[in-house]
């Protein structure tokens, strides 16, 4: 069994209840421990969050940096 801890959280809204959450989290297993970040898109509903996608990264400085520069070319 996986359970998932979440290191370090950063949110930001827009649209009408709309967020989109960045954050390093923790895969621990029988097998072992492994960090990754996920970028999340979702909704809040009642006082309620709710994921509607997910997209994870590997806790690479090579990855990360690729995605992040990227990311901005695109704008």
């Known amino acids: 069994m996986v359970e998932y801890e979440t290191i370090k959280s950063e ?5 009408n209840n709309n967020f989109i959450e960045v954050a390093r989290k923790k895969a621990k297993s029988e097998t072992g421990e492994r960090e990754f970040i996920s970028i999340s898109r979702g909704f809040e509903i009642n006082g309620q969050k709710r994921y509607m ?7 690479e ?5 690729f995605v992040s ?7």
């Open 61 to 65: 400085k090579e990855v990360v940096d």
């Open 11 to 15: 949110e930001m809204k827009f649209g």
């Open 53 to 59: 996608k997910s997209f994870t990264v590997p806790n």
């Open 69 to 75: 520069e990227k990311l901005k070319e695109m704008v």
